[in-house]
């Protein structure tokens, strides 16, 4: 045990466990499949967007200079209302199109009017206002074909999936989500459903790191929960590195005589650090077992929630270079005092406001690190560097959740 490094920093904890990597696969697949899913290559623009100049609104294109005396009458010559209509068109002085919101523009037009700013009496039309030259929208001004427009890494949210697919991309190259096994321990958890009885409470730590996982774009696989038995556990451990890329555990690693997770990696396993200097959320573990990596995190649903967070979602985004949710950070301003401890970096729960100027962070809640509630209510942690004074006023580091 001696040679395991022990109550680590949380920097250290992250280089000793980001050497251990495994491989992630590439698939290529419709677009349709890649919500949330992590790009694995740069990609180009195939096409300029807009492809061609084209109105914005409903209404007429002419000439700007036309326009400058409101109101005054123009007359009509044609319509466009979708591409190869303009083709025979040239707008000349005191002449207008009338013109669909994404038709291509008419040569000799240089602006837009929209409909509700004209009067149209069979093929004259009067302008009440001059006509505007942003109403129309400029060949590859969003996009130029060959631009490289979202990078490798990048976990797919709704809007970029639509310029993915505006770009001309009907499939993507993404990283298959990793098979992420999650298995609870303790005697006492029982599932949420069921009845409890003295001295029982309901097992929640997996369905949260569910949750975490999935919003890092990877599949989870809750595991039955194990009781406080090596055999139990070594049989679950064993079948979830046969079918999951990574093991998480949660409750188990401390340093009580029940907490099995962490002996059977001394005796079984291979242990890369135990505990690292984190409040909430001090007891981790990193190492393998047999060849899988595996987080033992902390049975206290707050602490297992902040080791995620701090420890395991970068050693998962670091597998694919991926950006995502799990990392908004911002700055606030405390309206409470937090306390941050002597040796630890440490994270407390906070309520976001908007104030006048700035954001406004105030520690409302009780900080258990088994009190759930406490997370499910705040919007944020701040991040205390340990030995700092934390006074109301100071601008601190936020992290959302
Ligand atoms: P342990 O680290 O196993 O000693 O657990 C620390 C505390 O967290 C105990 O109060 C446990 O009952 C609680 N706990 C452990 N695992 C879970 C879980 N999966 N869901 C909710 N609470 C848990
Ligand atoms: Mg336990």
């Not at 890329?245 to 997770?261: A, H, K, N, P, R």
């Not at 401890?341 to 690190?369: F, P, W, Y």
């Amino acid at each position: 045990m001696s040679e395991v490094p022990y109550f680590v920093q949380l920097n250290e904890a992250l280089e000793i466990s980001q050497k251990r990597t495994i491989p992630v696969s590439i698939n290529e697949i419709d677009l349709d499949f890649c919500h949330n899913m992590i790009l694995s290559e740069d990609l180009e623009s195939k096409v300029d967007d807009p492809p061609f100049d084209n109105s914005a609104m409903d209404g007429f294109a002419m000439r700007y200079k036309d326009t400058i005396n409101p109101p005054n009458t123009l007359d009509i010559i044609g319509t466009i209302q979708a591409a190869g209509q303009e083709d025979n068109i040239v707008v000349g002085e005191n002449q207008a199109v009338r013109i669909m919101t994404g038709a291509p523009m008419p040569k000799g037009a240089d602006s837009i009017l929209q409909i509700e700013m004209t009067e149209v009496n069979g093929e004259k039309v009067t302008l009440q206002k001059e006509s505007m030259k942003n109403f129309i929208r400029f060949k590859g001004e969003n996009l130029t074909k060959g631009q490289v427009a979202i990078s490798a890494g990048t976990l797919l949210t709704p809007s970029q999936i639509g310029m993915c697919a505006t770009m001309g991309y009907g499939k993507l190259k993404v990283y298959k989500p990793l098979k992420i096994a999650i298995i609870s321990t303790g005697d006492e958890l029982i599932q949420p459903g069921g009845e409890l009885v003295r001295g029982q409470i309901y097992e929640s730590n997996s369905f949260g790191i569910a949750g975490l996982v999935k919003k890092l774009g990877h599949d989870p696989v809750r595991m039955q929960c194990v009781g406080d038995t090596l055999d139990d556990l070594r049989s679950t451990l064993n079948q979830a590195s046969k079918s999951c890329d990574l093991i998480l555990t949660s409750g188990g690693v401390s340093m009580g005589e029940w907490d099995l997770v962490r002996k059977i990696m001394e005796q079984e396993g291979t242990l890369d650090f135990w505990r690292v200097k984190l409040r909430p959320g001090s007891p981790p573990l990193f190492g393998l077992w047999g060849d899988t990596p595996i987080f033992g995190l902390p049975g206290n649903p707050v602490s297992s929630h902040v080791v995620f967070r701090m420890i395991v979602a970068p050693w998962i985004r670091n597998l694919t270079g991926a950006t995502g949710p799990v990392e908004n950070r911002a700055f606030a301003r405390l309206a409470t005092v937090v306390k941050p401890t002597k040796d630890c970096l440490t994270l407390r729960r906070v309520s976001i406001t908007m104030g006048e100027n700035e954001l406004i962070a105030t520690q409302k809640i009780h900080q258990g690190s088994g009190n759930i509630a406490s997370m499910a209510h705040s919007e944020a942690l701040v991040i205390l560097q340990p030995g700092e004074e934390y006074p109301i006023g100071k601008i601190v580091e936020i992290m959302y959740l």
